[in-house]
């Protein structure tokens, strides 16, 4: 997995840490759990690539090089999810989770920057 890189372990374990506390509150599978920190890792580089574009800061190649580098890794954890939400809610369910994700990186995070982005993504995109 290229996005448990060395130089992403920090950021990303930030996430997992968040998803556990999720799965412990509501019983989701250990699969399930791990597409999870997946996914709001990825949203968290999406998000953040369209916020700093507005800002004059564009950082959308390395976010294309990643989700490229990522493709199945990504594709594979949002299937997971899907399944996950086959019993929990359905699409309407997932849609919400995607969402309610997004929105929570929508107004940036405190102490981390479009240049702490970019290096994220770039040490992803080289490992």
């Known amino acids: 997995m290229k996005i448990t890189a060395k130089g992403c372990a920090g950021a990303l374990l930030v996430f997992v840490s968040q998803t556990q506390q999720a799965q412990a509150a509501s019983c989701w599978s250990d699969a399930a759990a791990s597409a999870a920190a997946v996914r709001t890792f990825d949203t968290m580089l999406m998000v953040g690539t369209l916020r700093c574009r507005t800002l004059g800061h564009d950082i959308t190649p390395a976010y294309g090089r990643f989700v490229e580098h990522n493709r199945g890794l990504?594709?594979?954890?949002?299937?997971?999810?899907?399944?996950?939400?086959?019993?929990?809610?359905?699409?309407?369910?997932?849609?919400?989770?995607?969402?309610?994700?997004?929105?929570?990186?929508?107004?940036g995070q405190p102490g981390l920057d479009c240049n702490d982005l970019s290096?994220?993504?770039?040490?992803?995109?080289?490992?």
Do not use: C, K, P
């Open 119 to 127: 290096d994220i993504m770039n040490r992803a995109n080289t490992s």
């Open 74 to 107: 990504l594709q594979g954890a949002n299937a997971d999810l899907r399944v996950h939400f086959d019993g929990n809610g359905g699409l309407v369910a997932f849609d919400r989770y995607v969402t309610a994700v997004a929105n929570h990186f929508g107004a």
